[in-house]
């Protein structure tokens, strides 16, 4: 017998998860030099793919501006620290605070278009960023981009930023999944299968999208802090439009709803791609990953392995209706 | 200004089509209101538009004298007023628990950065939530399925989980859209009583229903829909045997007492 509130007092599943697989994973990487600095990458990628998990598969923003919110906090990064001589720990404040307000007010505007047309809007989003941040010369570098970021207080080797990288994940997987066990979080879910439903509950759903919007941001634009301080260089080319669909593709391929699925994505895909001879073959593993993806498994390889679990549980267990077959459309405006 | 939910000359034009033309219905506390009429007559229609779904071109909707005439959804329900669909918007996925967790959305205590940052305050709310959720669990029967998936479970059972879930909300009224259509006779029988109950406790309901036999023994008034006009109105009883009714509703089935046969 269970009682109730046994699932919200019991351990989070998922950090769990993640900080054991960190814990046990890290000893082992920093042994290798080249391991040391993919796993810095392959984290500010992992960051970037739990932005999309919680833009798409949690609020329903099919997002392809994280690039560009990773892009605001590099530079804020950049700039507070390089022009203004903040400590590079301040500054990870406003690499966050920026990018959600924008993703927030942005939000606000276009969530009450369709899915798709908001798709188009954080698209267009990215690109008048990128292109803000080449013209304003004076304050981002243009073209050229800024170099000598200092790196982020003691941590200034590879080791300390793989470290500080993997557990900013964990943080970040601690808090996705506080949200997601809260009221709000189920609020997220339902208003992403049915907004008539979830406006019924007493939903405000341009608010709630707004406010997991810009979640998502803060969480891309931290992402960017750590790429800044880690590289030491920015360019308009560092965190680009390229870089947003990449997150968007490894958070679909690993499991957009699933709060691991976008670091299992990136593990597996970018981690894989990496170790492949040729550089210009990625493009094609991407695009086939993702056409087996969306013709096997809709729901990422995480939906896959769920299902198949469950199957395994329930054998004469049919699958569940699709939510379309119980609530056809009831017109409502 | 008299307590209960009270809309009054709603009238809903989509282009050129009236759907409804000066409606007037009330809600006592306590009581259920039934709401009959053909597919079409305008009962959904009322329904959207007494929660906010659809604007009305005139009329004004009130709970408890206050007014709440073209609020948004989300403000119409902070104001008591739930609703269910005619057919039931559910994610087949969600457990019985977390469905009827989602209907206290209206009022969590708790705030979206507090429950992010996971705040004692958050974990707490949560856990009075899971609490508060019990009773309305065991008023309906649904207990012992709280951890099934509700795609598992019968139409009449969905239902009730929506029944559950509009009284998670807080909901000094309930809106019940056809919640009769598709159940067994014990699945009717069941909901009935439920229904019977909640508004026992206190709760105003408003049933759309075209279980002639269900609307007699359920409701205390009943109102009778056409072309968007009200029809008749008065105790079920007066309303069922009112001639027009008769000729406009029942007679699509047949006549009163093959009605009264079959129910």
């Not at chain 1, 990487?29 to 080249?34: A, I, K």
């Not at chain 1, 010369?137 to 990288?165: E, H, Q």
């Not at chain 2, 005439?69 to 969600?94: C, E, M, N, W, Y």
């Not at chain 2, 809106?175 to 026992?200: M, N, Y």
Request: with cysteine; aromatic share 6%.
């Amino acid at each position: 017998m269970s009682f109730p509130g046994q699932r919200y007092l019991g351990p989070r599943p998922n950090t769990l998860i993640i900080a054991v697989c960190v814990l046990v994973a890290l000893p082992v990487v920093l042994t290798r030099p080249v391991w040391t600095d993919s796993a810095v990458v392959l984290g500010v990628y992992a960051l970037l793919g739990l932005s999309v998990g919680i833009s798409y598969g949690q609020a329903g923003i099919l997002t392809m501006s994280q690039g560009a919110f990773a892009a605001i906090g590099g530079y804020a990064a950049a700039i507070l620290t390089t022009r203004f001589g903040w400590p590079p720990y301040a500054d990870l404040l406003v690499a966050m605070a920026l990018p959600a307000a924008l993703a927030y007010g942005v939000a606000r505007l276009v969530t009450r278009l369709s899915p798709l047309a908001t798709a188009l809007a954080t698209l267009a989003l990215g690109s008048v960023i990128e292109i803000l941040i080449r013209n304003a010369d004076a304050l981002t570098g243009g073209y050229i981009g800024l170099a000598g970021i200092p790196s982020v207080g003691a941590i200034n080797t590879p080791a300390g930023y793989a470290c500080l990288a993997w557990g900013m994940i964990v943080v970040t997987v601690f808090l996705y999944e506080n949200l997601m066990c809260s009221a709000y979080g189920r609020a997220l879910n339902v208003l992403r299968v049915d907004q008539a439903r979830a406006r019924a509950d007493g939903i405000d759903v341009p608010a709630l999208m707004s406010a997991g919007f810009a979640v998502s941001a803060a969480v891309a634009g931290a992402a960017g802090w750590l790429y800044a301080h880690y590289i030491s260089f920015l360019s308009p080319e560092s965190l680009d439009t390229h870089i947003s669909i990449s997150a968007l593709l490894m958070a679909v391929i690993g499991g957009a709803g699933y709060i691991l699925g976008p670091i299992v994505g990136t593990l597996l895909f970018d981690g894989l791609t990496r170790l492949m001879p040729a550089a210009e073959l990625q493009g094609f593993f991407y695009g086939a990953a993702l056409i087996i993806i969306l013709l096997a498994a809709r729901t990422g390889i995480l939906g896959l392995l769920a299902g198949l679990a469950r199957r395994l549980r329930r054998p004469d267990a049919t699958p569940a209706p699709r939510a379309a077959n119980l609530s056809p459309q009831e017109s409502l405006p | 200004m008299s307590r209960g939910l009270t809309a009054t000359g709603i009238e809903v034009a989509f282009g050129g089509v009236h759907a409804l033309r000066g409606v007037d219905v009330a809600v006592e506390p306590g009581k259920v209101a039934g709401l009959i009429g053909r597919n079409g007559s305008g009962k959904t229609t009322l329904f959207n538009c007494i929660t906010g779904f659809v604007r009305p071109t005139a009329g004004r909707t009130t709970v408890d004298g206050v007014d709440v005439t073209s609020l948004p959804p989300d403000r119409v329900v902070k104001h008591g007023i739930a609703r269910t669909f005619q057919t039931p918007r559910v994610d087949p996925r969600a457990t019985v628990l977390s469905a009827v967790l989602c209907g206290f959305y209206s009022r969590v205590g708790a705030s979206f950065v507090g429950s992010l940052l996971g705040v004692p305050g958050a974990w707490r709310e949560e856990q009075r939530l899971h609490r508060r959720a019990e009773p309305i669990l065991e008023r309906l029967g649904l207990a012992e399925l709280r951890g099934r998936e509700v795609g598992q479970l019968s139409m009449g059972l969905i239902r009730l989980v929506e029944v559950a879930r509009c009284l998670a909300s807080g909901a000094r009224f309930v809106l019940l859209d056809e919640p009769a259509a598709g159940l067994t006779a014990a699945e009717q029988e069941r909901l009935a009583e439920q229904v019977r109950a909640v508004a026992a406790s206190g709760v105003g309901v408003l049933i759309v229903e075209h279980n002639i036999g269900l609307v007699r023994s359920l409701c205390d008034t009943a109102t009778a829909l056409e072309t968007g006009r009200v029809l008749c109105a008065g105790t079920p009883e007066a309303v069922v045997r009112d001639e027009r009714v008769m000729r406009s509703y029942l007679g699509a089935i047949g006549d009163l007492a093959a009605t009264e046969a079959a129910a």
